[in-house]
């Protein structure tokens, strides 16, 4: 079973950058592919963007492309999500999520508050 804690949320000033971090474990090697999603109060929640875990392969929202940098850190079981010139729209509780097959994210972690301040 894998689990996932996110990390590096907080609150951060419009323009500015965050880095959210999220650790797998207890069977991180049957990863396909992670991704970030996020929902903010009274919205759906909506994909961000994922990372095949072999081969790196990476796909975005495109809404958020040029802003948005997902990574991965294999050995650590790692993957980050770097945000830059944040908007007080990125505000949301930011989740990843792991599929052990093609779109099928069954392991989530417990989300992590993003708050973007005008």
């Known amino acids: 079973q894998v689990q996932l804690v996110e990390s590096g949320g907080g609150l951060v000033q419009a323009g500015g950058s965050l880095r959210v971090s999220c650790a797998a474990s207890g069977g991180a090697f049957s990863i396909y592919a992670m991704s970030w999603f996020r929902q903010a109060p009274g919205k759906e929640r909506e994909f961000v963007a994922g990372i095949r875990w072999n081969g790196g392969s990476t796909y975005y929202a495109d809404s958020l492309k040029g802003r948005f940098t997902i990574s991965r850190d294999s050995a650590k079981n790692t993957v980050y999500l770097e945000m830059n010139s944040l908007k007080p729209e990125d505000t949301a509780v930011y989740y990843c999520?792991?599929?052990?097959?093609?779109?099928?994210?069954?392991?989530w972690g417990q989300g992590t508050q993003v708050t973007v301040s005008s």
């Open positions: 999520a792991a599929a052990s097959v093609p779109g099928d994210y069954k392991h």
